[in-house]
């Protein structure tokens, strides 16, 4: 089991992965990694990241790194357990460029619906902090849930009702 990776060691791996790779590239981060570089965790078990387009020798890097840097990554994307959300590359925000590698977040919308869809706690803790710090809105939140509802049915893990529910409720206003 590797250390627990903090905002440091995220920052030294995308150094050191735009430097490992042979090719030019774009990667998306989520999770943890997302709220380690925004301030709202101090640390994450691994770096969950998606590759598109895919740099050469992305996952030779990967295999190298992960033992000198002793950091888990894992491959992971919203897009991989709810439906992809219209416009997500043009939300996701840039974090850096290392050689020829591109990094940004993963659109906050779609990591906080895929995090409302999954409920675990420390998702509904995430979920909130992208709230709180004003990178994602409920109004619009609900909109791209509307947006994806009518294909959930291509995901058979999603109980729909549940995930609509979930959402509704996230997104009702705070009482004081």
Known sequence: MRAAADAAKVQAFLAALGRAVRGPGRIYLTGGATALLHGWRASTVD??????????????????????LDVNVE??????????????????????????VEFFHYDLYSQTLAKLQRGHERDFIDARAMVVLG??????????????????????????????NAVDTFCQPSVP
Do not use: N
């Open 47 to 68: 770096v969950d990241l998606k590759a598109d387009p895919e740099p050469a020798g992305l996952f030779e890097a990967i295999a190298q790194l992960k033992q000198s």
């Open 75 to 100: 491959l992971a994307a919203p897009d991989q357990f709810i439906p992809a959300l219209p416009g997500w590359r043009e939300r996701s925000a840039f974090i850096a460029a290392h050689g020829m």
């Open 135 to 164: 990178l994602v809105e409920p109004i619009k939140l609900r909109e791209f849930f509307a947006a994806i509802e009518p294909v959930l049915i291509r995901y058979p893990g999603i109980d729909p009702v549940e995930f609509r």
